[in-house]
């Protein structure tokens, strides 16, 4: 646990940034920096506007835009007024240009710190395009859907716009939305598994063969449908970029349950009850109960200590800042296999695969997030 919570605090360090606060320098002080509208260069006007050959003065972060034939129209960066929406690694500026008749001609995403293959489904779906011709106020009021495959980081980018743009129309956030009713769906299913899992949890004999349905209905909701799992890669950017619990209440709540109940009781809940993951290796397993490979003790050894050095191995990478992305191998993106970095849906097939014949060997042998869990799980019992 030292040793996690050390190589935690470097992540931390070497980004600059502890939950989201500045380590260096006051707060009054990156207060007023982040308060600041983000200049605009002349190349980046140009990626919207390829003949612009001149910008004005920016008013309140907004730059006029003109070419040799006169007014080509305005540029202007989300931020700072994004700067605190996270998508699934951190914020997700956005270039947002503006025609001479002050309607949306095109919007860009900026560099920002999200995988690559995620954030490309979201873009490469059309998500960017899904604003041209409206007007400030028309943006801020067009329902959009997030991406499937790269939910949080189409929902950054939907939240960033609406941002940028409620300022530019002076269009008050009450009057900018309306209900997402489909959200309001999404969360009121996790609730109510959630509600079940805890149930599960304290009394299983209440559940009993009923279980198979639980973990079939985490498969379709978490890990399927809405792809709200937890991760180490998800945990590492809120130790740097800050719990956006507003924005991922669901999820925090999740995370919250899966260490507090352990460190209470003693026993694992989001890997026993909850994990799309390890539901769908138990349901997998039940389909061959009589032919199972048998493995050493000493082999389960040593493959117990691969999950270990995976997460350690990980932590230090990154804290050291070299280019590491949990993401990019953790086996939950199987269930979304359109945006799947290829390593980790490799990973997630076979043990899948391997499942029929070894209880759950991502859980036992690999899963990072599943030995983070089971340190704080542990060192309850040592206390005991």
């Known amino acids: 646990m030292v040793i996690l919570l050390l190589l935690l605090l470097l992540i931390a360090v070497n980004s600059g940034t502890l939950l989201g606060t500045p380590l260096s320098g006051s707060r009054d002080e990156a207060d007023s920096t982040a308060a600041e509208s983000p200049v605009v260069s002349l190349d980046e006007a140009r990626l919207a506007f390829p003949q612009a050959s001149m910008l004005g003065e920016p008013r309140d972060g907004v730059y006029e835009v003109t070419g040799n034939n006169g007014a080509l129209g305005f540029v202007m960066k989300s931020s700072p007024y994004s700067d605190r929406i996270i998508g699934f690694m951190g914020p997700t500026p956005l270039l947002i240009a503006l025609g001479t008749d002050?309607?949306?001609?095109?919007?860009?995403?900026?560099?920002?710190?999200?995988?690559?293959?995620?954030?490309?489904?979201?873009?490469?779906?059309?998500?960017?395009?899904?604003?041209?011709?409206?007007?400030?106020?028309?943006?801020?009021?067009?329902?959009?859907?997030?991406?499937?495959?790269?939910?949080?980081?189409?929902?950054?980018?939907?939240?960033?716009?609406?941002?940028?743009?409620?300022?530019?129309?002076?269009?008050?956030?009450?009057?900018?939305?309306?209900?997402?009713?489909?959200?309001?769906?999404?969360?009121?299913?996790?609730v109510l598994l959630v509600l079940v899992s805890l149930v599960a949890y304290f009394r299983p004999s209440l559940v009993g063969k009923r279980r198979r349905w639980l973990l079939a209905a985490c498969i379709l909701v978490l890990g399927i449908w809405q792809g709200r799992m937890l991760s180490v890669a998800q945990f590492t950017t809120w130790v740097y970029g800050g719990i956006p619990v507003v924005a991922q209440w669901a999820v925090v709540m999740v995370f919250a349950l899966s260490v507090v109940l352990p460190m209470i009781f003693g026993k694992a809940y989001y890997c026993a009850w909850l994990c799309p993951m390890g539901a769908a290796q138990t349901l997998l397993g039940e389909v061959n109960k009589k032919h199972k490979l048998r493995l050493s003790p000493r082999l389960i050894s040593w493959l117990t200590l691969l999950r270990s050095a995976i997460l350690f191995g990980g932590l230090l990478t990154i804290g050291i800042g070299l280019s590491f992305d949990f993401a990019d191998y953790e086996a939950f993106a199987v269930f979304h296999p359109q945006s799947a970095p290829l390593v980790a849906l490799v990973i997630g097939i076979v043990s899948l695969v391997l499942s029929v014949w070894i209880p759950r060997p991502w859980c036992r042998f690999l899963c990072p997030l599943g030995e983070m869990l089971e340190l704080v799980r542990k060192k309850q019992q040592t206390a005991k």
């Open 102 to 190: 002050g309607r949306i001609a095109k919007v860009l995403a900026l560099e920002n710190k999200e995988s690559a293959q995620y954030f490309g489904v979201a873009t490469g779906s059309g998500l960017l395009s899904a604003w041209d011709g409206l007007s400030p106020e028309e943006a801020v009021a067009k329902e959009v859907d997030a991406v499937s495959g790269a939910t949080y980081s189409s929902r950054a980018v939907i939240s960033s716009l609406r941002a940028r743009m409620s300022a530019v129309g002076s269009v008050e956030s009450r009057q900018a939305k309306s209900a997402d009713w489909s959200a309001l769906l999404r969360d009121a299913v996790l």
